[in-house]
């Protein structure tokens, strides 16, 4: 099933950086969707549920060098 | 400390201890160097402050490359690998250093600007008092159900969405509407989560908790907003595609011709599309959300540039600019008495759902002495209450749209309207009736004419109060240079003693609800870029004709957030000014920093060519351009 979570990124310093965080959890297995945004930190991920979860996205984000916090 | 809070402590700051140890190690290099003339001792200490300064960095570039984003990062990695491999240490130490401390304070600052929202969540309690099984429980306030009711404390915090049931008091909405004057809330009144209950206890029957409330999803659609990009961002965004491999085959191109590795690497630095990507961004979140923290919910940074060339305001009269509460203000009987045309005009309009009608009816319900006491409303559900009278059903009744009623009662023929309506019905009008009504016109009174059997036997004068903000919202919009222009569906005479009144530019009366439109359509083909101001239902296709619609009143209506581009909260026409000024201040902002970066890159371009700048003092400007870009647009959250 489609599920839909949320991060919030304070640290983003620059606009690519948004851009590649969101390109690395697209590349994420069983991710749908993923907009990041660079102005509001906001970052929202459409996943299928029965492959992958949060913990993997907040991961990923992590090893790009960014802090997550829950939404 | 032990060992873990220390490893939590490192975690948090990671950033900013990096950032030290570097610029440490780089200025005991660079002394070191200074002292003994650059030996191998401060080239390894200057070595080593690039290495603890660019881990991150180069870890990150390591990212872009993978992911094909190339950015900033990855052209500072380059640089400073450069920088090294030729054996200018000191120089690779300072950009790295300098990049870090710059990137260390842009996500300070934006961290500032991307919480300016959360604050305003904050405004809502954790935990609510609910009456459940008759008893009062403390609950989480997200799991307070539709229908429960919660009981608020002078003094608290209003923790859900509701309609009060029992007790009266005053609540401060600034959190939802932005209104710095509490709003007095009896038994049938909404309030909002996250408003503060001032006075007296209140009992709230809940209609929504938790993410269904309305601050929640004002906050949505402003977050919305602010991530939509407006025209200037997606420009710049697409150049900066572009731009960053542009950079890169510039340094390769400009190292062939001229092999000299210090211009290339240089290039590299100061070609960074920083201000120019991060300007606009920041600004337009900032103005977004000071917007929303004064009760102004603005769309999108699209509709912010657009309004920042507002250069006409049109005002719909009723409701806007007046209260939008018409009172019947006199009646005058000719050759009737002034009873007798109320009542026979309020039987005609009983089934009309005009705002004239309603004030007729209520007039007529009053009685013939009773004044507009602003009298509380309770129980006014029955037409036979004490003191009130009833009004009976019309047998039959016609609505002439922008005209008035046609109706039987009582085997008479009633007409109640205007000079139009008698025009049309050849109904011929004495001059103490035209007089009568012209006088109370002069007035900004709207009249209507109380006709029985093909005579007129009375008239209706009616008035609605100006908002008493009004002329002085007029004159700051004058003041700032904008023009002022009321629409309104009233005969010219009424119209121009309103505008009179309110001190308005110029007026267009007599509108039909869809002239209004083409009027708005006439004053852009004149070059204006107009914004309306409406109540955002009635005006709906107004506000989506003019360039920017602007909705008042609109927290709790939906259908006036959908099609206004700005909607105010409250009903708080003060906020006009501000919101237009705002928007202009936008668009200054975005200019001056789009202006900033590009003056910046444009001086340190001929700095680097004619070899005054290199990859140090290159990586300073450049950041210090950053910098000031970010801290120009956070002016925004101030306004």
Redesign the interface.
Known sequence: MSDTTQF?V????????A??VE??LS?VDGVQHV?V??????VEIEYDDSVTDPDAFAQTIE???YTPQPA | MNKQSITQYYRKHRKAIVTATSGLLYGGGWSLGYLTNFNTASAAILVLATIVGGYDIAKTAYHEVTNRTLGIKTLVTLAAIGAIVIGEYWEAAAVVFLFSLGSYLEGRTMRKTRTALQELLEMTPDTATVRRDGELREVPARKVEAGEVVVVKPGGKIPVDGTVVDGESAVNQAPVTGESAPVHKADGDEVYAGTVNQEGALEIRTTGAGSDTTLERIIRRVEEAQEAQSPTESLIDRFAKYYTPAVIVLAIGAYAVTQNAILSLTLLVIGCPGALVIGPPVSIVSAIGNAARSGVLMKGGEHLERAGKIDLVAFDKTGTLTKGETTVADVEGFGVADDEVLSLAATAEKKSEHHLADAIVDAAREGPTAATDGGTTVAQADDTDAGRRSVPDPNDFDVVAGKGVIAHADGQEVVVGNRALLADRDIDVPSRVADYVREREGRGETVVHVVRDGDIIGAIAMRDELREAAPGVVAALQDAGIETVMLTGDNERTAAAVAEEVGIDEYRAELLPEDKQSVIEGYQADGHVVAMVGDGINDAPSLATADVGIAMGAAGTDTAIETADMALMADDLERIPYAVKLSKATRWNVLENVGLAVLTVTVLLAGVLTSYVTLASGMLVHEASVLLVILNGMRLLRY
């Open positions: 919030r304070l640290d983003f310093d620059c606009p690519t950086c851009s590649t390109r690395a590349n907009e945004h660079y102005a509001t930190g906001r090893n790009q060098g």
